[in-house]
């Protein structure tokens, strides 16, 4: 019979590491509850003005609850992590860091903006601009088969710091084991988010959340891989009903096609929607997804930004 396990607010790590003691120890098929701070571990508080983002203090960035060590789990099985709740509590940010993001070169000053979550549906750009509410957790991921400490940003071959926006309610995620246990760890929960996370921001916010383990013997999942499989229905029901506009930029250069489509839609967002271009940036990366549009036509491939429409409200 399944257990439940609680590991309490506070108690988190920066790094991973593999020599970490468990915070809790599990059976599959065991439910774990967690509650993390928002990815800056409190220093961006309800009100903070954008200097807070030059003063962060980056060895507190990423606060991970656990380790989870999940019994039976041995090298070369998949952990799978099913997600069973994911609550965002009361308030949210996002903000451009100077030196980080698609656009760094563009954007150079710090800018934040603050968002009230306790509505539940959506969290507002401008009274015309509401952004669907779709949380997940930025940043799941087991410890990796090597000594020392490693950053959470970026991704391991354990997975970590993948920003992947579907794994919502209902989808099971499967991450290869390193070591005995997997130690699992998960924080940096975010309300809502872009496919790309263009800014380098989601909504960074507090969250409750509770995930079910299980031990996958015969998922053969090599290093730096991972895989989800999401519940049936739409991946995003809200952002789908009015369609989408999306700016597409070909090239030689993937990278450079990402930016030069998410610049065309920061100029789209200032001319029809009368943005300054951080908040037009902010909101591609709350609510615009990139997509590889092709990428078989040599020497020249295509990106494209999409922008779901039903966040404007008129």
């Not at 009100?47 to 507190?60: E, H, V």
Request: with cysteine; hydrophobic share 35%.
């Amino acid at each position: 019979m399944s257990q439940e396990h609680r590991i309490e607010r506070g108690k988190v790590h920066y790094k991973w590491d593999n020599s970490l003691p468990p915070a809790v120890e599990i059976d599959p098929g065991d439910i774990v509850h967690f509650e993390t701070e928002e990815v800056t571990d409190g220093q961006v508080a309800p009100g903070s003005d954008a200097s807070a983002l030059s003063q962060i203090d980056f060895n507190r960035l990423y606060p991970l609850a656990g380790p989870v060590y999940v019994r039976g789990a041995e090298p070369g099985d998949a952990l799978e992590v099913e997600m069973l709740a994911l609550n965002p509590l009361e308030w949210g940010w996002t903000g451009i860091l100077p030196g980080l993001g698609l656009l760094s070169e563009d954007f150079t000053q710090p800018y934040i903006r603050h968002f009230d979550l306790t509505n539940g549906e959506y969290a507002e750009l401008r009274e015309d601009i509401r952004i669907p509410l779709q949380p997940f957790c930025g940043t799941m991921g087991v410890a990796i088969d090597e000594p020392g400490q490693f950053d959470v940003l970026p991704p391991t071959k354990g997975g970590g710091n993948i920003d992947t926006r579907h794994l919502n309610v209902g989808t099971k995620l499967y991450l290869p084991v390193l070591v005995p246990g997997a130690l699992f760890s998960a924080g940096d929960c975010h309300a809502a988010q872009g496919d790309g996370e263009v800014c380098v921001t989601g909504i960074e916010c507090p969250m409750a959340f509770s995930l079910r383990f299980d031990v996958k013997k015969d998922r053969d999942l090599a290093p730096w891989r991972y895989q989800f499989q999401t519940p049936p229905g739409s991946l995003q029901p809200r952002s789908d009903e009015r369609g989408y506009f999306a700016t597409t930029a070909l090239g030689p250069d993937l990278m450079e096609n990402a930016k030069n489509a998410v610049r065309d839609m920061i100029g789209w967002l200032g001319r029809e929607h009368d943005l300054s271009p951080e908040d037009a940036y902010v909101l591609c990366s709350l609510a615009a997804d990139l997509k590889i549009s092709q990428i078989v036509d040599r020497p020249n491939w295509g990106v494209s930004a999409y922008l779901a429409l039903s966040v404007f409200t008129s």
